[in-house]
């Protein structure tokens, strides 16, 4: 029964999916709150994460219970739209266009604000601008009146409709208190100019304040329009990524479509189709992942390794969309498109990341809900106090109190102290080729105390090649190696591929001319029947027993020895090459080829900036100790793990996790799977389309190990700067709430106009999305 229930379970989480989808409305850390429960509450949906700066909810659903329709009804349904898109890459396009749209239309009424609000300043200043002898009192106020309400209603409407849209659900949010507060000086000053009569008839002076709300809503627009850009750059990673896929693709519609001289058509990138093959010119970005039928190219993968060279990409050869077609044209088949395509997957990363949401930021959502009410009780209560205990005019000075506290309280700072660090601080790691999986991932990140290193693959480059060659009684090196490689020629083997590649880099012969009997005996070696001009004999390479023939008369023992410890210091795999030849057909060894996994160049530097970091590093092999320590020697670890098993990498990390250390795994992603998934931190190195998403927390698209450190440091860098936002958005309600209702009146005789109340308000914004654009020019090394 148990057992059921976990593959009942289990079934059930691979049944569900994620979605991203844009929402309209949102203005500060109580609508992100509204937001996520209303998708909370729908049967189906087992977690909904909303970011305001990137305006979109997460949402991960049980789609047999929950469709996207029910979904935009429960978002409706708190007051919000959930914009319509097709898929993830159609999601940022169509999201890029509604915040340009909404972009503009700000700067309109921005621009209409100003012009309005300078005439209305400047017409309330009549004893500066002599206009009480051109103007009389009543007929400058009706014209002042009639001025603001395009500059409350069509200039601040945004503010109003949502204000509207949140009282007719009970709620409140950013837009309560500025229209609230805005209408309150607007409706006072109306009726000081309406019916003068009531204010005279009570002894108060009928002022009138319609500059302080038109400046207001003029300036709380203003910083929504620095609010947005800066929100825009903050996205830039995502937008970068997606425009790097061509908007149209050339598909070849000929009869014979994988040859170069067929006939294409261009078509919309988004009708193409997995088989579809298409062509790619000089100059061209590549648009799909596919695998290359015809032509030869020149082709920039900066994008994804970083290496600013460019690489011979020949038929047979995979190539990926959004690389660049510098020279050469081409015919590939596609095979995997859409959000299917490396690019749209690891913008899906990136943006999975930007819309999670940390611990410390759920706490900040928990004080957003309750503070809106809290704010408009203090501005009540403020109010109050000033007509009890305020000097004349009371009523003014009440006025302008409620009014202030409304407005230097908005939360908007509060709700993107988070979100646009983790979005701009992702967008950056992206760019250098680290995908953060999620927030959970950056918190945890920064309290690593110990990194382990996988060696092959990791520490090492992956790839083998000819490290020493070893020849015995008159033969040379490139006897050896020329030898070698012609009878490899036709084995897959990665060590003949080493071999041939040595050859190659000598400029000795490596191919065969005609045909020539190969036989391959498994685990032991090949063998290749040579004729040529100079040559007629056959040659063995592989271990020393099978080119020997068994007969080891004619090798000494101290040759034997010195390939034993060479291979042994070089953590090296022997080769040996012989000759079959002559009336005797006995087997002649000519000597030795050394072949092994290089360790990376930048591997002894990464370690060095692991401990820069304070951290310990340790090195994990299922290599014999000897050749484990030469490793971990050479790039100065504090401790090796030799002889592990992949079960036994699991108990390691564990053995550490249970004395108290935080560790974090380095492995290629594929094979060290269950290692990346036990550690606190999973990091996979991986480039092209092998990226091990499952498994890791961090993956490192590009192959540079360095990224390593890097990507720790930029965890510690976000949720540093997310501390800052936060500690400063809390600390100017703090500070401000009670100087703009007064409490320092007493001493000073000053009272907060609510005018600057705006200012600050905009600016807090406005500096806590600055503060976390700081990390797109941070340093990492």
């Excluded at 921005?110 to 009543?138: A, C, D, N, Q, R």
């Excluded at 003068?196 to 302080?212: L, N, R, W």
Aim: charged letters at 20%.
């Amino acid at each position: 029964m148990a057992s059921e229930l976990i593959d009942t379970t289990e079934q059930t989480k691979k049944n569900r999916i994620k979605l991203t989808l844009p929402v309209e409305g949102m203005t500060c850390a109580s609508c992100v709150l509204r937001v996520e429960n209303a998708l909370r509450e729908v049967d189906g949906v087992e977690s909904a994460v909303v970011n305001l700066a990137t305006e979109s909810a997460s949402v991960e659903i049980e789609p047999s219970k929950v469709s996207v329709d029910i979904l935009k009804k429960a978002v409706e349904g708190a007051g919000y739209k959930i914009i319509d898109t097709s898929d993830e890459v159609e999601s940022v396009k169509a999201e890029a266009l509604i915040r340009e749209r909404e972009y503009r239309k700000l700067w309109r009424k921005f621009i209409i604000g100003v012009i309005l609000t300078t005439i209305i300043v400047v017409g309330s200043m009549p004893e500066v601008f002599s206009l009480s002898e051109i103007v009389p009192l009543e007929i400058r106020n009706i014209i002042l009146m009639l001025l603001t309400v395009p500059v409350m209603f069509y200039v601040g409407r945004k503010f109003f409709s949502g204000f509207w849209n949140a009282a007719r659900h009970g709620t409140t949010d950013m837009n309560t208190l500025v229209s609230v507060g805005t209408l309150s000086a607007f409706i006072y000053s109306a009726v000081a100019t309406m019916w003068p009569g009531i204010f005279v008839s009570a002894g108060k002076p009928a002022d009138v304040y319609f500059d302080t709300s038109a400046v207001i809503i003029t300036l709380i627009l203003l910083g929504k329009i620095l609010e947005a850009k800066a929100k825009w750059k903050s996205s830039e990673a995502v937008r970068t990524l997606i425009a790097l896929q061509p908007m149209t693709a050339h598909l070849v519609v000929s009869e014979n479509p994988g040859h170069l001289g067929g006939k294409d058509v261009d078509v919309p990138l988004s009708t193409i189709k997995v088989g579809n093959v298409l062509r790619v010119g000089p100059g061209e970005r590549i648009p799909v992942d596919g695998k290359i039928l015809n032509g030869f190219a020149m082709v920039d993968e900066s994008m994804v390794t970083g290496e600013s060279l460019p690489v011979e990409r020949a038929a047979g050869a995979s190539v990926l969309g959004g690389t660049v077609c510098l020279d050469g044209t081409m015919t590939l088949q596609a095979e995997r498109v859409g959000k299917e395509s490396f690019i749209a997957r690891v913008a899906k990363l990136v943006e999975d990341a930007q819309t999670s949401k940390p611990h410390v930021q759920r706490l900040a959502d928990k004080v957003a809900s309750i503070f809106v009410p809290t704010v408009i009780v203090l501005a009540l209560v403020s109010a109050a106090a000033w007509i009890v205990f305020g000097p004349p005019p009371q009523l003014v000075h009440s006025l302008i109190a409620f009014v202030a506290v409304l407005i230097v309280a908005c939360p908007c700072a509060l709700g993107l102290a988070t979100p646009t660090a983790i979005m701009v601080g992702t967008g950056r790691g992206a760019e250098m080729g680290m995908l953060i999986r999620d927030s959970d991932t950056l918190e945890q990140a920064r309290k690593i105390t110990s990194v382990i290193f996988d060696k092959t693959g990791t520490i090492t480059s992956g790839e083998l090649r000819v490290v020493e060659a070893i020849p015995f009684e008159g033969a040379t090196e490139n006897d050896l190696l020329r030898l070698a490689s012609l009878a490899e020629a036709r084995s897959t083997h990665p060590l003949a591929k080493a071999v041939i590649e040595e050859a190659k880099r000598r400029g000795l012969k490596y191919n065969q001319e005609g045909d020539a009997a190969f036989r391959s005996f498994s685990g032991q070696g090949v063998e290749t029947a040579l004729h040529g001009i100079d040559i007629n004999e056959i040659i063995r390479v592989g271990k020393l027993d099978f080119a020997s023939g068994n007969e080891l008369n004619n090798l000494d023992c101290d040759f034997q020895n010195k390939v034993l410890r060479r291979s042994q210091e070089l953590n090296a795999s022997v080769l040996y090459v012989s000759k079959q030849a002559g009336q005797t057909r006995k087997w002649e060894v000519l000597g030795a080829i050394l072949v092994n996994d290089h360790l990376r160049e930048d591997a002894p530097l990464t370690i060095r900036a692991i401990k820069q970091l304070g951290l310990r590093a340790y090195l994990l092999t299922g290599d014999h100790e000897a050749s484990a320590k030469i490793a971990a020697d050479s790039v100065g670890v504090d401790g090796v793990f030799a002889n592990v098993s992949p079960e036994g990498k699991l108990e390691k990390i564990r053995e550490l996790q249970n004395s108290g250390e935080v560790v974090a795994f380095v492995g290629d992603g594929i094979n060290d799977a269950p290692a990346l998934t036990q550690a606190d931190i999973g990091i996979a190195m991986a480039t092209g389309t092998d990226i091990a998403v499952e498994s890791a927390g961090i993956t490192l698209v590009r192959n540079e190990l360095t990224l390593v450190p890097r990507s720790i440091l930029l965890s510690r860098k976000i949720i540093k700067v997310i501390k800052q936002n936060l500690f400063w958005a809390f600390f100017y309600n703090i500070l401000l709430i009670p100087l703009a209702a007064g409490a320092f009146y007493p001493l000073t005789g000053w009272q907060l106009n609510p005018m600057f109340a705006s200012v600050a308000m905009a600016l807090s914004s406005v500096s806590v999305v600055s503060n976390s654009l700081r990390l797109k020019r941070t340093s990492l090394t």
